[in-house]
């Protein structure tokens, strides 16, 4: 399934006008966010997150492809990790929040003001949501307003270079992201984008890449989670799903967990032990 703000037939012509509004000025620069939630900044520097989420693609497929299968061999792979909901919008927003909300469908819902955005807005924390269109942008859902930090994807480049904020959540169309146009399309655009990712000097310095799907195409939750760093390497088989991603990205970052992130297992001390090891001084 895809979620929009800009699809919402099933909500009646209420919905269909409360979406139109937001298509037309939510999402658009200058826009606020509305009330922030509250969080205190981190005493250590946040290093720089980036999360690619695609579309509807079983671990088993994903994996088949190339060059997410190079990725595999390259960095590291979380082989035991799930979805936690259906259908795509509420593992959206457990990513973002922590939480589903109980949302049970892809329909347009107000939320309260919060999420992983304004946490980060309130510490201080740069971060961007780089959409190519409005589809897979959870962040229009927590206050009923999408904050100026959602830009187009043609800014990601022009960032990478120079001002890379320190969350870059990315999130293809639904062409690119393989819901559309299959995996392979998909596979190609990772292809492109991601050596991008690699190849700048946030990245380099200490960045971490997250790469996963929101839900299984198979009659199972298991998707794939690529680490991409630069010093993590090799299987990831411990339990985790969208929650212990939820809650990976705010230690990264240095702000609370959110929601239900706040029990899951993260993988902070395994990329810590990493950089560790990594170091010159490391043993």
Known sequence: MVFSIAKTGRLGLIGTLLAAVLSATACQPGVGAGTSASASPSPEPAKHVFVIVLENTSYQLALRQPYIASLSRQYALATNYSAVALPSLPNYLAISSGSTWGIRDDAYHQLPAGGIGAQLTSAGISWKAYMEGFTGNPFA???????????????????????????????????????????????RWLSQVVPQITSSPAWRKDGVLFITWDESSANDSRVAL??????????????????????????????????????????????????????????
């Open 141 to 187: 859902y927590y206050g009923g307003a999408c904050p100026s930090n959602v830009v187009p994807m043609t800014n990601l480049g022009p960032d990478l270079k120079a001002g890379t904020p320190q969350l870059s959540w990315i999130t293809p169309g639904l062409c690119n992201d393989g819901h559309d146009c299959g995996l392979r399309t998909a596979d």
């Open 226 to 283: 690529l680490v991409v760093t630069p010093s993590l390497r090799g299987q990831i088989t411990m339990p985790l799903d969208h929650y212990s991603l939820s809650a990976t990205i705010s230690e990264q970052l240095g702000v609370a967990r959110l929601g239900q992130a706040r029990q899951a297992t993260s993988l902070s001390k395994e990329l810590q032990a990493a950089r560790v090891q990594a170091s010159p001084s490391g043993s």
